[in-house]
């Protein structure tokens, strides 16, 4: 009976904390207009306006809650809570809201620069945990043993599901010096990583010449000034007499669409159609290239499992114009796009508003790109980032092709 009892009283905070949601969206209406220049207002507040009956039936419920309720409700506390759960009632893993206090630290992820430890993590749905997608090259969490795949069980004695990711990730950031405790489950084995926070910079773009005159440009995510990074790198390579290029896309998350782009209006021919965005109503947005080539070789792309989002539009593109060939594994297939809204009170909406389609029109989503040539690597290696070249079937593969 207490149990039930404690159960009502659940409903009824919930159903306040979403009359405090719906009373949060008509007065933040003037997003819409701000972000697409449309004056759409009216229609949002007719649509939240046949919702009146739902409101008058939960504002009796506030005045049952008023009556009777013996604690104290946290108002804010409660918004938040109705808010985060409104948003994950879409089922969509890459949508999600992230409030105020959470938003510099969205931001200065995209930009590629922040303080932690040093991994990438998506949501792995079979499991209901966040999982390592890679530690980034260099970081504590490489240097200390952490490898793609690994299940993050717990932060500091804190256990976090899937859903709760964005949560998890700001509480694994942290003061430069700090530490965190984290614990992983790895296939069967829990193990416990005690590390230290430091700057960190997301996303180096690093490369060498291989033999026989064969450039290797490799990086882990398309942030902020990733194109930049990858050109002067490419260029530096140029210098050294390069024939043929390895991009090796492996491991890569994705990010900044716009970044991809401009590294495939480096390769593709001025008004090359790259990628077509298309909306919930299928209108369609084509993205062309705006310049001249300045890489003019042969070009193979590395991709595995892990090889998502802004990587697969690189990879689409260049397969579909004919200008690289692909090694390695199907690809993740995460074929749609988020765009960022910023609320009024500072707070933010992650929104999947858009899918996008290769040059020839092909899906990506919960598909993924096939390889050209599918190479599997040996199943001694356990952790792509330390393989040793000799080992590393795809790489080998990759030059092989290209001599």
């Not at 026989?212 to 210098?239: H, M, R, V």
């Not at 909306?279 to 042969?298: A, C, H, L, T, V």
């Not at 020839?360 to 393989?387: H, Q």
Request: with cysteine.
């Amino acid at each position: 009976m207490e149990e039930k009892k404690r159960f009502k009283i659940y409903k009824i905070i919930m159903l306040i904390a979403i009359v405090a949601f719906i009373t949060f969206l008509i007065t933040s209406v003037g997003m819409y207009q701000y972000f697409t220049g449309n004056n759409d207002a009216g229609k949002y507040l007719s649509i939240s306006s046949e919702n009146n009956s739902l409101i008058n039936k939960i504002n009796k419920y506030k005045s049952i809650i008023d009556k009777y309720y013996l604690g104290e409700v946290d108002e804010e506390k409660l918004k938040e809570g109705a808010i985060k759960g409104y948003i994950e009632g879409l089922d969509d893993p890459y949508t999600e809201y992230i409030s105020k206090e959470d938003m510099q630290d969205f931001l200065d992820d995209t930009t590629g620069n922040f303080v932690g430890i040093g991994i990438y993590m998506v949501k792995d749905t079979d499991s209901n945990k966040v999982m390592v997608l890679s530690p980034i090259k260099d970081s504590p969490a490489e240097k200390a043993g952490i490898l793609p795949g690994d299940l993050i069980i717990s932060v500091d004695g804190v256990q976090y599901s899937a859903d709760d990711m964005s949560v998890m990730a700001n509480k694994i950031k942290g003061e430069v010096g700090s530490t965190v405790k984290l614990e992983i489950l790895r296939d069967t084995e829990t193990k416990t990583f005690e590390l230290k926070r430091e700057n960190i910079k997301t996303n180096p773009v690093e490369g060498k010449k291989l033999e026989n005159n064969i450039g290797y440009i490799q990086f882990t995510s398309f942030d902020d000034g990733t194109a930049e990074d990858f050109k002067n790198k490419y260029k530096e390579l140029e210098a050294q007499g390069i024939k043929s290029l390895i991009i090796d896309l492996r491991n890569n998350g994705g990010g900044i669409v716009d970044e991809a782009l401009e590294i495939a209006d480096y390769i593709c021919e001025k008004e090359s159609v790259l990628l077509y965005e298309v909306d919930k109503d299928n209108n369609e947005e084509i993205k062309k290239s705006k310049n001249d080539p300045i890489i003019n070789m042969p070009i193979i792309i590395l991709t595995n499992e892990n090889t998502a989002s802004s990587s697969e539009i690189l990879s689409g593109a260049l397969k579909d114009l004919g200008k690289a060939k692909i090694v390695g594994t199907k690809t993740y297939g995460k074929g749609v796009i988020q765009q960022l809204l910023t609320l009024p009170d500072g707070s933010g909406l992650k929104i999947t508003s858009e899918k996008y389609l290769t040059p020839n029109k092909t899906e990506i989503n919960k598909i993924g790109i096939e390889p050209d040539e599918k190479v599997e690597l040996p199943d001694t290696v356990t952790n792509i980032l330390n393989v040793e070249e000799k080992d590393d079937t795809q790489l080998q593969k990759a030059i092989e092709m290209l001599k």
